[in-house]
C-alpha cells in the first residue's frame, strides 16, 4: 500500500531512476543522485545510525563500509557475490522482507540494475547534502496533488501540482493565476520538490506553501496603479469609446479632449460653443455633449464635426444613449426623463409618468431601464409605451448597468442589487467590504466559540453547586470520621496506660517474689543445714544415751546385788548408790538434752515446711505473674497495635480531611471562578456582537455607487463615491478581493464624482480626482518571505504539515526526520523570524497541525500514531491522545473547540474531547488510509472524510454512521471544504481538482 507520508519518497527514487537511464549510459552511477533515495525510500528506516538492525547502517559512508554482523556488504573483487546484492536479490531472505512496518517496498529490477553497477564502478559514496544535491526539474507532465486549501472568501482554491502551485476560480475552475519563486528553475515553479502542505491565512492575505526544508509565504500584493497623464488636465466627465481604444473628456476649458489609449496623446478636440457639461460616447463614431446653455449636441468623433443639436430645458443629472445611437434619454436633476429617437423629441407617457428618475440606461433601442430616488427599477417598453416590469431595491438607484439576462442596480447605501430580467427575481446583493467580510467572519466564529464556550459555562453552574454541596457533606462526614477516629485514639491511649500501669504493677510484684525467692532460699538452705547439725547431735547423744543406760542398768542391778548383800559392801552401795545418781543424772541431762534437740529439729522442721510452703506459694504467684506479664504485654502490644492503628487512621483521616477542605476550597473557589468566567464571556460576546454590528452598519451606510463595470460573467467591478473600488462574484454578491481606496476628496469634487471608465481582462480605468488610473486585476500574489532553505537547518526534512493561527499572524510548521523525530515550528508571518521551534515533540515526522478556533492550542498529528495538544506559548505538551494504530495523516477542530477529528493511515477517523482527552468515537474501519477530514454543516454536526483510494464520505458525528458517499477512482491525497460550506474539493494523483456538492456529494461541473 501506498503511504500518504512515503508517496513523495516514491517519486523522488521514480525520478531517480528516470534520470539513471540516461547518465547509467554516458556516465557513472552517483550514489548520491541515483543510490541514496533507494537506500533512503527502502532501507534507512531500519538501517540507519542509531538504529542499525544487523548492526548494519546504510546512511553514508561510514557505516556502508563497515558492513554489519553479517559481515563487509561490497566485495569490490567480486562485484557480483557481494553481500548487498544477496539480501536484495534473494527471494528467501529478500530485503526489505515484504512484511514490513515501514512501507518499504521490495526493490525493482532498474533499482537493483542501479546498485549492481554501482559497486561495479568501485561502489563510490559521493555524499552530498541538500543544497549540493542535482535537484532534476520535475516534469511538467507530472501533476500529482499532495494539498490544496481553499480561500477564505470561497473564491479560489490554491492547488498544488508537483512543485507548482496554481490559484484556481472556485466558481469557474479556471486557472486564474501561479505562485512562482523567480529564483527557481524553470520558471513557474515554486519549490524544488513537491509541494506538501498549502494554507491560507484567515483574511486571505498570505498563501504559506511547504517544499524541502522550506516554507514560502506569499502575499496578496496591492493592485498597482498607473497614473495616466493627458496632455490636458481633467475637469470634468471621462467616458471611454465603445471599442475601448480611445477616450473623452472635458478639459478645463469645457473642450472634449480625445485622447487614444494606445499611444497615449491627443488625437482629436471637440470644442462646443459653450463648455461642456456631460458627454456620452456609447456610438463608436459619435460622441453627445450636453453644454452649460442645456444644449445636446452631436459630434462626429472622427473630426470633431457637429451633426446635429437640440435644446433643453431644466438642469441635466445624466445622458445615456442606446449602443445604435438612435435612442436617447436626458435625466434632469427634478427627476423627469426626455426621450429622443433619431434626435428628435419622443413622448412616452410611461417616462413621463416618472418624476422621480435618478439614473437610466438602455438595453436596445426600444428597452429602457429607470432607476428612481423611491428605490424602484422600471422596466419600460418604449414600443409598447408601458412599463413591463418593476424591480424593488429599497434604496435610492444611482447607476445602472444592464447585460442580458441581468440587470445591476447600485444604490446610495453602497449596495449593488443584481436582477434576473427574465424571472424578475433577485440574484444577490454585493455589498460587504473584502476584509470586513471576512473579518466579520472571524468575528462570527469568535463569537460561536464564546458563546458556545458561555452556554457551556452556565451549564456547568448547577454541577459546580452541586459538587460544592457534595464537597461540603463530604467535608462533614470526614470531619465527623476525623473526630471519631481521634476519640477512639484516645481510648485506645487510656487502654494502653491502664494495661501499663496492671504490667508495671505486676511486674513488681513479680519482681518481689522473686527477690523473697531468691532471698529466702539460702534461710531454706541455712535450715537445711541446722536441721542436719541437730540430726547428727540427735544420732550423737541417741548413741551415747545407750552406755549410760546400759552404765545404769549395770549400776542397778549391782544396787540390787548390793542389796543383797547389803552388808557386804554398803560402801560399795553407797559408791554405786553415787554413781547411779550421777548415772541417772547424766541421763536425765541427756534426756533434757535431747529434747531440746528434739523440740529445736521440731521448731526447724516446721519453719522449713512453711517456708518451702510460702516458697512453693510464691514460685506459683511467680508463674501467675510470668502468664499475667505474658498477657499484659500481648495486650500492651494489642493496645500499641491498636493505637498504632487508630494513629494511623488518624492521619488518613486527616489526610482525607485536608484533602476534602482542600477539595472543599477548591469547589468553593471555582465559583466566583466560575461567575468570573461567565462574566468575561458574556462581556466578550456583548464586544464581539458590538463588532459586528458596527461592521454591519458600516456597511449599511456604505457612499454611494457610482459606476459598475463587468468584468467578466462572473465578475464585476463597483467604484462609489469615496472613490472604493471593489470587486464582487456576481451571483452570490461576495467580494472577491480587498477594496482598492483610490483617495478620491468628495469635498472638491473638481471633476466630478469618481467613475469607471473602462474595463477589459488585465485592467480598469477609473477617473478620480481630475487623474486617469490604469489598475491592474486582478492583484498579484508575490513571494513574501522563505523560512529555512536548502542549505539551512532551521527545518530538517521536507515540510507536511503548515496552519496559520486564526488571527492570522503567526504559521506553525510540521517537518521531521522520517523514524528519527517530529519537529514543530512557529513563525512570525510577517518577519519570517522563528518564535518557537520544538524540534522533538514527535518521535517521526509531522504529518498534521491544526489550531484550536480560539488560537490557544495547537494540535499535531504524525507518524509516530500519537497527537499532541502543545500549548506553543509555553512550549507545553497539554496531553497526549493515543489511539491510532498507524500514521495520523489529518487533524480539524470543531467550531466549538471542544472536539478534535483525526483521520490515520489505519483506516480510522476518531473524535476527540480535548477537555478530558478521551476519545469519543471511533468511525472505521473505512476502506483505506483517511487522507483528510473536515468538519461540515452549519452546526458542524458532519465530518468529511476521503480515503486514499478516493473515497468521499460524509459521517454524522453524534453516531459516527455514514450519511452519503461518492468516490473518484483515482488516489486522493487532500481536502478541504469552502469556506461558504457549499463546496468539497480534493485531489490525487492525476492532479485534477474535483469539486463536490456538500448537500448531496454530487460533481460539480
Known amino acids: 500500500m501506498i503511504r500518504y507520508a512515503s508517496f513523495v519518497g516514491c517519486l523522488i527514487v521514480a525520478a531517480a531512476l528516470a534520470n539513471a537511464d540516461q547518465s547509467t549510459q554516458t556516465t557513472a552511477v552517483s550514489y548520491s543522485r541515483h543510490i541514496a533515495p533507494i537506500l533512503r525510500q527502502n532501507c534507512l528506516a531500519c538501517h540507519r545510525d542509531g538504529q542499525a538492525e544487523g548492526g548494519l547502517s546504510l546512511e553514508g559512508a561510514v557505516g556502508i563500509g563497515q558492513g554489519g554482523d553479517s559481515g563487509e556488504l561490497i566485495d569490490l573483487k567480486q562485484p557480483s557475490e557481494s553481500l548487498l546484492l544477496d539480501r536484495i536479490t534473494n527471494t528467501d531472505e529478500i530485503m526489505p522482507p515484504d512484511d514490513n512496518s515501514v512501507g518499504a517496498k521490495r526493490l525493482s529490477a532498474e533499482e537493483v540494475d542501479l546498485i549492481r553497477h554501482w559497486i561495479e564502478a568501485g561502489a563510490k559514496v559521493d555524499e552530498k547534502g541538500a543544497d549540493a544535491m542535482d535537484w532534476e526539474p520535475i516534469a511538467e507532465s507530472i501533476r500529482t496533488s499532495l494539498a490544496l486549501a481553499a480561500s477564505p472568501d470561497a473564491q479560489f482554491i490554491a492547488v498544488g501540482r508537483a512543485n507548482r502551485v496554481e490559484l484556481i476560480d472556485q466558481h469557474s475552475g479556471m486557472i486564474t493565476g501561479t505562485l512562482a519563486d523567480q529564483s527557481l528553475s524553470p520558471a513557474g515553479v515554486a519549490d ?21 526544508k522550506s516554507v514560502r509565504i506569499w502575499r496578496r500584493e496591492k493592485r498597482e496603479m498607473t497614473p495616466l497623464d493627458p496632455s490636458m488636465p481633467i475637469a470634468g466627465q471621462v467616458v471611454c469609446a465603445p471599442d475601448q481604444q480611445q477616450v473623452a473628456f472635458i478639459d478645463p476649458v469645457g473642450d472634449v479632449q480625445i485622447w487614444s489609449r494606445s499611444n497615449r496623446q491627443t488625437v482629436k478636440v471637440i470644442s462646443p460653443v459653450q463648455p461642456a457639461k456631460l458627454i456620452d460616447w456609447s456610438v463608436q463614431h459619435e460622441i453627445a455633449v450636453i453644454d452649460h446653455t442645456k444644449t445636446l449636441r452631436f459630434f462626429q468623433a472622427d473630426d470633431a464635426a457637429e451633426i446635429g443639436s437640440i435644446s433643453l430645458s431644466g438642469n ?53 431601464f429607470v432607476g428612481t430616488q423611491a428605490g424602484t427599477v422600471h422596466q419600460i417598453d418604449l414600443e409598447a409605451d408601458q412599463v413591463t416590469q418593476t424591480f424593488a431595491v429599497e434604496s435610492l438607484v444611482t447607476t445602472l448597468t444592464v447585460n442580458d439576462p441581468y440587470l445591476f442596480a447600485g444604490t446610495d447605501k453602497g449596495t449593488v442589487i443584481t436582477l434576473n430580467l427574465r424571472d424578475g427575481t433577485q440574484v444577490s446583493v454585493a455589498k460587504d467590504d473584502w476584509q470586513d467580510r471576512l473579518y466579520a467572519q472571524r468575528l462570527g466564529r469568535s463569537l460561536t466559540q464564546t458563546e458556545g464556550h458561555a452556554k457551556r459555562l452556565e451549564g456547568q453552574t448547577p454541577t459546580l453547586q452541586a459538587n460544592l454541596d457534595r464537597e461540603k457533606k463530604s467535608l462533614d462526614e470526614v470531619t465527623k470520621a476525623f473526630s471519631e477516629a481521634e476519640e477512639k485514639l484516645k481510648q485506645e491511649v487510656q487502654k494502653r496506660i491502664e494495661v501499663d500501669q496492671q504490667l508495671s504493677a505486676v511486674s513488681s510484684e513479680k519482681k518481689a517474689t522473686e527477690q523473697f525467692l531468691t532471698t529466702s532460699q539460702a534461710d531454706v538452705e541455712a535450715y537445711k543445714r541446722s536441721i542436719a547439725g541437730l540430726d547428727m547431735q540427735l544420732a550423737s547423744d541417741t548413741k551415747a544415751l545407750a552406755p549410760l543406760k546400759a552404765t545404769a542398768d549395770q549400776a542397778n542391778q549391782a544396787v540390787s546385788a548390793a542389796e543383797a548383800q547389803v552388808a557386804l559392801a554398803m560402801k560399795q552401795l553407797e559408791q554405786a548408790k553415787q554413781q547411779a545418781a550421777q548415772a541417772m543424772q547424766s541421763l536425765e541431762k541427756a534426756k533434757l538434752n535431747l529434747k531440746s ?76 471562578q466560575h461567575q468570573r468566567q461567565v462574566l468575561v464571556r458574556s462581556l466578550q ?4 456582537k458590538r463588532q459586528i454590528e458596527a461592521l454591519q452598519t458600516s456597511g449599511q451606510s456604505g457612499h454611494p455607487v457610482t459606476s459598475i463595470a463587468l468584468l467578466d460573467s462572473n465578475r464585476m467591478s463597483v467604484l462609489d463615491a469615496e472613490g472604493t473600488l471593489r470587486d464582487y462574484d456576481i451571483l452570490s454578491g461576495q467580494p472577491t478581493g480587498p477594496a482598492l481606496k483610490l483617495r478620491h476628496d468628495m469635498s472638491t469634487n473638481v471633476a466630478g464624482k469618481p467613475a469607471i471608465v473602462s474595463s477589459s481582462n488585465d485592467s480598469i480605468w477609473v477617473t478620480a480626482n481630475a487623474s486617469l488610473l490604469s489598475i491592474d486585476h486582478p492583484a498579484a500574489w508575490r513571494l513574501h518571505k522563505m523560512i529555512g532553505g536548502l542549505r539551512s537547518d532551521v527545518i530538517p526534512d521536507r515540510v507536511t504539515a503548515l496552519a496559520f493561527s486564526p488571527d492570522g499572524e503567526s504559521l506553525a510548521i510540521g517537518s521531521g526526520v522520517p523514524s528519527r523525530s517530529g519537529m514543530v515550528a512557529i513563525a512570525d508571518v510577517d518577519t519570517g523570524s522563528m518564535m518557537r521551534r520544538l524540534p522533538d515533540v514527535h518521535s517521526d515526522a509531522v504529518l498534521a497541525l491544526a489550531y484550536s478556533p480560539a488560537g490557544d492550542i495547537l494540535a499535531s498529528g504524525s507518524a509516530d500514531k500519537s497527537i499532541r495538544l502543545i500549548d506553543y506559548r509555553q ?14 495523516l489529518s487533524l480539524d477542530w470543531r467550531q466549538d473547540g471542544q472536539t478534535l477529528a483525526s ?68 488516489l486522493t491525497y487532500t481536502m478541504d471544504v469552502s469556506a461558504d460550506g457549499e463546496t468539497i474539493l480534493t485531489c490525487g494523483q492525476s492532479g485534477t481538482l474535483r469539486r463536490w456538492n456538500t448537500e448531496d456529494l454530487s460533481p460539480r461541473n
Open 597 to 672: 534437740k528434739q523440740q529445736q529439729q521440731q521448731e526447724a522442721t516446721t519453719k522449713l515446711a512453711a517456708l518451702e510452703k510460702q516458697r512453693d506459694e510464691s514460685t506459683k504467684r511467680a508463674a501467675e505473674q510470668k502468664q499475667k506479664i505474658v498477657q499484659l504485654e500481648k495486650s500492651l502490644q494489642e493496645r500499641d497495635k491498636a493505637v498504632a492503628g487508630n494513629k494511623e487512621n488518624l492521619a488518613n483521616r486527616k489526610q482525607a480531611l485536608e484533602s476534602v477542605k482542600e477539595a472543599h476550597q477548591l469547589a468553593a473557589d471555582r465559583i466566583p
Open 316 to 368: 441635466v443629472a445624466m445622458l445615456e444613449r442606446s449602443v445604435d445611437g438612435s435612442s436617447t434619454v436626458v435625466v434632469h436633476t427634478d427627476g423627469t426623463l426626455r426621450l429622443l429617437r433619431q434626435k428628435q423629441p419622443l413622448k412616452k407617457s410611461s417616462a413621463a409618468a416618472i418624476k422621480d428618475a435618478t439614473t437610466a440606461i438602455y438595453l436596445n433601442p426600444t428597452t429602457l
Open 875 to 888: 512550549s507545553n505538551i497539554i496531553k497526549s491522545l493515543d489511539g491510532h494504530t498507524h500514521h495520523v
Open 685 to 688: 460576546i456583548e464586544q464581539l
Open 903 to 970: 483521520g490515520g493511515a489505519d483506516k480510522n477517523i476518531k473524535l476527540w474531547d480535548v477537555q478530558s482527552g478521551q476519545q469519543q468515537r471511533s468511525i472505521g474501519v473505512l476502506s483505506d488510509e483517511v487522507s483528510a477530514v473536515r468538519f461540515v454543516g452549519a452546526d458542524q454536526a458532519k465530518l468529511a472524510s476521503v480515503t486514499l483510494d478516493g473515497q468521499l464520505r460524509v459521517h454524522q458525528t453524534s453516531n459516527g454512521t455514514q450519511i452519503k458517499a461518492a468516490g473518484s477512482g483515482e
Open 192 to 212: 524544488v520538490d513537491f509541494i506538501g502542505a498549502i494554507v491560507i491565512s484567515p483574511l486571505g492575505e498570505h498563501i504559506a506553501t511547504g517544499g524541502y
